[in-house]
């Protein structure tokens, strides 16, 4: 079983920053990719960014590019986001993912959320305008 916790949220003016962090522990097997996905009030799930086991591959969606960038610690077991220019649409609750790593870590594979098999409790991102 991998467990996993986040920290680092908390409520931030517009144009500020935050920076997640999320670590796994627990036994663990394989390669993991690690990622964020969040959930705003009446909204459904949505995948935010992605790093490989490796570190050397990620992946964001459109609404974050530029703004946000994913880390991995070389230890392996930590992953940081760190959100820059926040906007109010960003407000969310961010949870931390981690998936075995398929042979083909596309982009399509790392935006599906049924490819992460554990879960954090999330953290809260407030951005007030």
């Known amino acids: 079983q991998v467990k996993l916790v986040e920290s680092g949220g908390g409520l931030v003016q517009a144009g500020g920053s935050l920076r997640l962090s999320c670590t796994a522990s627990?036994?663990?097997?394989?390669?993991?990719?690690m990622g964020w996905f969040r959930q705003a009030p009446g909204k459904e799930r949505e995948f935010v960014a992605t790093?490989?086991?490796?570190?050397?591959?990620?992946y964001y969606a459109d609404s974050v590019q530029g703004r946000f960038g994913i880390s991995r610690a070389s230890a392996k077991n930590t992953v940081y986001l760190q959100m820059n220019s926040l906007k109010p649409e960003d407000t969310a609750v961010y949870h931390c993912?981690?998936?075995?790593?398929?042979?083909?870590?596309?982009?399509?594979?790392?935006?599906?959320?049924?490819?992460?098999?554990?879960w954090g409790q999330g953290t809260q991102v407030t951005v007030s305008s």
């Open positions: 993912a981690a998936g075995e790593e398929s042979a083909f870590f596309t982009s399509g594979w790392a935006r599906s959320s049924s490819n992460y098999h554990y």
């Open positions: 627990g036994r663990t097997f394989g390669s993991y990719a």
């Open positions: 790093i490989s086991w490796s570190g050397r591959t990620s």
